[in-house]
């Protein structure tokens, strides 16, 4: 019987969606060695020769050894039983510090009046107690089994303890849900041992056993680890070590020359709910979930929002991913966004911004800077007039990507822009840049030492100048030179009523805002139609510089060809 024990001491991790403050555990401590261990024995052979008579057992049980030797409770979720030291120690009114303190003093007195304490071996440590955060200390790393508090905690370990559970009252775990019992106890798939991370927003108790000899009890050299239990308030409860269900009982061994040997048995006798509880406790959860979706459905509503008639509403949320290939290192960019005619944006909506500066890491053969960046916009297209010459003109994102060094010097390392996606989801596009290049050896001595280089006034020159009112745009004798490319991860969505009416889209002319919005040719259509206004453009220039005797020419020649 002594070499069959439990070993298994890990921490195991329970599910439960019933209130902890129901959990009950029965623990068994029995000592199997020395006087015990023979008065068994002895015991046994007096049972088995009944011509002998009860005299010799009446001998060995009349010293009430049986109740020194092992001990049997039922302990509840934070049920405060107290040790004989603390039954000594809180019976004097001097020694009580804390409000805590003093209510330990009161319960105190009402247990000896009353005489009505079932423990004398077995007791508590709650979570409001000072000596729960120090014990982990010094009793979870041991060879034995389960360890006694022998070692006394640090300075420290006391202070932070006292400064951690420093409350004013004794706060009780309260339920919304009645008569709610601890069922159904099963680990979970993740069985942990010994290394489990606590939460610091953990409940704890630890169960104790004082395993002194007869008359030697309220020792604090004696107190033994038996029972460590956690919840985290959220349906989690960690218990170390694991019930026995049925198991061998777990072994403790006590410190000093006896080394006595103790038998602990921890067993769950939490109460079983009946059918008739458990189904009318699934109805109330039922209830309550559908309450709540109720709630949330108020909350949002049962109209959804639309923009009014003839408005499109274009939403992007946007990131800046990376930048790659560019000189200098510690880069930064700067993005405003240009809206054209017809275009508007909410009055709060900001329409610029600065990322922060990155350091690049060499990824390959590039030295790539990762931003991450993110960012967000809303604007509204309304047309007012449609020609059939007009192409709807998307907003732009125009950037320019600069470097800064230790020394406060920043350098321009190239501009870019980005067209708005014609079509709604999700887009990830690279734009490659490129900077004014001022020739001559100067200007790149300058931008090395003292850093600076020419910039562009316009940065809406990247593309066309929104103030070009001409026919050509020349940039004869304008010097670049091609730098670095960023990449953006775009999430675009349209909304505008036009998309649900289906005899809208049925017409055979639309509106610009009808035409929008989740075609994947939506991009394909408007190419087209740009390529064919430019088409039109040129044949009408080269028609205009025709002579005009050769232009009434071919006029007749398809009048008589008509004919």
């Known amino acids: ?114 005489k009505g304490r079932r423990n004398h071996r077995i007791f508590t440590y709650t979570d409001h107690d000072r000596y729960t955060s120090c014990l982990p200390f010094h009793q979870l790393h041991s060879t034995d089994l389960l360890t006694s508090t022998k070692s006394s905690p640090t300075f420290l370990a006391e202070r932070m303890a006292s400064v951690r559970h420093r409350r004013q009252d004794r706060r009780t775990m309260d339920c919304s849900i009645p008569k709610s019992k601890i069922v159904n106890w099963e680990p979970t798939e993740e069985f942990v041992k010994g290394s489990h991370v606590v939460n610091n927003a953990m409940q704890t108790m630890h169960i104790m056993g004082d395993l002194a000899p007869p008359g030697r009890l309220g020792q604090k050299d004696n107190e033994y680890l038996l029972v460590t239990i956690k919840t985290d308030g959220s349906g989690t409860v960690i218990i170390k070590p694991d019930f026995n269900k049925g198991k061998e009982p777990y072994r403790i061994v006590t410190a000093g020359e006896k080394r006595e040997v103790w038998r602990l048995t921890v067993e769950n006798v939490c109460t079983a709910m009946q059918p008739e509880e458990q189904e009318r406790e699934q109805n109330m959860y039922k209830d309550l979930y559908v309450r709540h979706k109720e709630y949330l459905n108020s909350l949002v509503g049962q109209d959804f929002e639309m923009p009014p008639a003839g408005i499109l509403r274009y939403l992007m949320n946007g990131e800046i991913v990376s930048a790659k290939g560019f000189e200098y290192d510690n880069l930064y960019i700067h993005f405003f966004m240009e809206l054209p005619n017809n275009w508007s944006s909410l009055p709060f909506q900001s329409l610029s911004g600065v990322t922060q500066t990155c350091r690049a890491k060499t990824l390959g053969k590039e030295n790539v800077a990762f931003f991450s960046y993110p960012f967000s916009f809303e604007a509204f297209y309304m047309s007012e007039k449609e020609s059939e010459e007009s192409v709807l003109q998307w907003p732009v994102i125009y950037f320019k990507v600069l470097s800064l060094d230790s020394w406060q010097r920043y350098r321009t390392e190239g501009y870019g822009y980005l067209l708005f996606p014609a079509t709604p989801g999700k887009h990830t596009i690279t734009c490659h840049t490129w900077r004014p290049l001022q020739t001559g050896t100067g200007s790149a001595l ?118």
């Open 1 to 114: 019987m002594a070499d069959s024990w439990n070993t298994d001491t890990g921490e195991a991790v329970y599910r439960s969606r019933d209130a902890v403050k129901n959990l009950r555990i029965r623990v068994r401590i029995e000592k199997v060695t020395s006087t015990a261990v023979l008065s068994q024995h002895l015991q046994q052979q007096v049972l088995s020769q009944q011509d002998r008579g009860d005299i010799e057992l009446e001998t060995l049980t009349s010293g009430g050894q049986t109740g020194d030797n092992e001990e049997e409770l039922v302990v509840g979720w934070q049920e405060k039983l107290f040790s004989q030291y603390e039954m000594e120690l809180f019976q004097s009114e001097a020694a009580c510090q804390t409000p805590l303190d003093r209510q330990y003093h009161t319960e105190v007195k009402a247990l000896n009046k009353s």
């Open 446 to 563: 300058r931008r090395f030492f003292i850093g600076g280089s020419p910039e562009l006034e316009d940065h809406s020159y990247v593309r066309i100048p929104g103030t070009f009112k001409g026919e050509r745009l020349s940039r004869f004798g304008f010097c670049t030179e091609t730098t670095g490319s960023v990449t953006f991860n775009l999430h675009c969505l349209q909304q505008a009523r036009a998309f649900v009416d289906a005899t809208m889209l049925k017409k055979r002319r639309q509106k610009v805002f009808d035409q929008l919005g989740g075609f994947s040719q939506q991009g394909a259509v408007c190419t087209i139609l740009e390529a064919f206004q430019r088409a039109r453009r040129k044949m009408h220039e080269a028609r205009e510089s025709l002579p005009r005797d050769l232009v009434n020419t071919t006029s007749q020649l398809q009048i008589e060809s008509s004919a």
